[in-house]
């Protein structure tokens, strides 16, 4: 699992980069000449990956990829790629390009529920209670949906385009063991995101995590998480990793409310030397904007805190991911629908955030301690935090301004000088650390 410890990731929502039609209205099987039939798009992805090297990604995360009928959590057949992006061999092909250049590949795994379209569900509707996969589902064929089946279903916390599975069923399970199996073994996937990890049963997690180890050694696996104790979804042979929604809320309300103390007293509470806190040597998958939540350059009140809030990103302990087109700062609002936040892009751009990111990509990648170090904090108010990270005896100092005004800092740094990767000019301790108005600093070389 180490590498994914030392994780950069670039996350993508293939259906919307890539322009694909919302409705899925292909039937391959069809002979008429008159049928509709889909342009592949997966090999524009191809493309990105030049970029996505100069922007120091070492991992990718998919989103959805298999059949589905709208937004890619609809699944229809979890065994092919969905026709409106490409085929299975297609996107074979781009993850072997992707390993070329040192990139893993993550895709996500949909098995809380399917679309109405998944084909045993199809079975169901029209056999009723004489369909063999009756059980695949949470049905009571006395009541009604909202769709007129003539029973009633459970949905997706009441989405019922969204069907429950009954991943108590073993013939549930196997299928889907069954297509994971198959992403491994033809398309050489190197980990798996799922989806609402925190409605999926323990044990069939347990099961798929065992099932996905057994094929590929250091697999990994990271869980949809929202709130409450993610530590329950990682021990006892569970996920490797969770989303850290707690601190993705408060990196972005720290820097608009300036208090700093929110952000901190997440990061002291997950990740600081105190016996009682929750996920000390736990890597936490760590963002500032999803496919699900507004871009962070439209949520941010003040421009100039979206370069510090990237460098807090890929300082702070865990595993930083970059949302497709925020590294050169597009913005979308979830309030204008969930296309504004997964828009279609057909060349990737650059510009100075683009060009901080990547250094902070490489800083990361050649500090042992920003990726496995342990969590200090040395200085806080409500616009400046000072922490630090350290393993054996390297250590890095992160020292972060978000006010308007210069500020200087008066705390131990076990330092007399040092070097700022950032800027690569010498820092002085002496009287104080020197904090330009809204900056950022990554100190080490510690003398």
Excluded at 138 to 154: C, L, M, Q, T
Excluded at 156 to 162: A, D
Excluded at 230 to 252: A, F, I, P
Excluded at 348 to 362: G, T
Aim: with cysteine; proline share 3%; net charge negative.
């Amino acid at each position: 699992m180490n590498y994914f410890k030392s994780a950069r990731f670039y996350q993508i929502y293939p259906i919307g980069l890539l322009g694909a039609e919302w409705d899925n209205n292909f039937d391959l099987e069809s002979d008429s000449d008159s049928d509709p039939i889909p342009v592949s798009k997966l090999i524009k992805l191809h493309n990105w990956i030049p970029h996505l090297c100069r922007l120091g990604v070492n991992a990718i995360y998919l989103c959805p990829v298999f059949e589905y009928t709208h937004h890619g959590y609809d699944t229809k057949n979890y065994m092919k790629i969905d026709p409106r992006l490409g085929t299975n061999e297609e996107l074979a092909a781009f993850v072997i390009e992707c390993h070329k250049n040192g990139i893993k590949i993550v895709l996500d795994g949909v098995f809380n529920h399917v679309g109405r379209e998944f084909w045993a569900f199809q079975d169901v509707i029209l056999n009723r209670e004489k369909s063999a996969y009756s059980s695949w589902f949470y049905i009571n064929f006395s009541g009604n949906s909202g769709y007129n089946d003539g029973f009633w279903y459970e949905g997706w916390e009441g989405h019922y385009e969204l069907v429950k599975l009954n991943l108590n069923n073993p013939a549930v399970i196997r299928h889907l063991l069954d297509a994971v199996g198959v992403w491994i073994n033809d398309l050489s996937i190197d980990g798996l995101r799922l989806d609402v990890a925190y409605l999926l049963p323990k044990d069939f997690m347990r099961e798929l995590c065992n099932f996905c180890r057994n094929k590929k050694s250091d697999f990994w696996l990271v869980g949809e998480a929202l709130h409450g104790n993610y530590r329950s979804l990682m021990d006892d042979g569970l996920l490797d990793s969770v989303t850290n929604y707690e601190c993705y809320k408060g990196l972005h309300s720290s820097f608009n409310s300036t208090n700093m103390f929110e952000i901190a007293y997440s990061l002291n509470r997950q990740f600081g030397n105190e016996h009682w806190t929750l996920y000390k040597n736990k890597h936490l998958f760590n963002f500032v904007d999803n496919h699900d939540v507004t871009r962070i350059a439209t949520i941010l009140n003040e421009p100039r805190h979206l370069p510090l809030i990237y460098t807090l990103l890929f300082t702070m302990p865990g595993i930083p991911c970059v949302y497709y087109g925020s590294e050169w700062g597009i913005k979308g609002d979830k309030k204008d629908g969930d296309d504004s936040l997964r828009p279609q892009i057909d060349f990737p751009s650059w510009n100075e955030l683009s060009d901080l990111i990547s250094l902070l990509s490489r800083i990361r990648a050649g500090n042992r301690c920003l990726t496995l170090g342990d969590y200090k904090q040395l200085h806080l108010t409500n616009s400046q935090f000072i922490f630090e990270r350290a393993i054996d005896s390297e250590r890095v100092i992160v020292a972060i301004n978000i006010a308007p005004d210069e500020y200087v800092a008066h705390f131990n740094a076990n330092a007399g000088c040092g070097l700022d990767y950032l800027t690569e000019e010498e820092v002085d301790f002496g009287s104080g650390l020197r904090m330009k108005a809204y900056s950022t600093m990554i100190i080490g070389n510690l003398q």
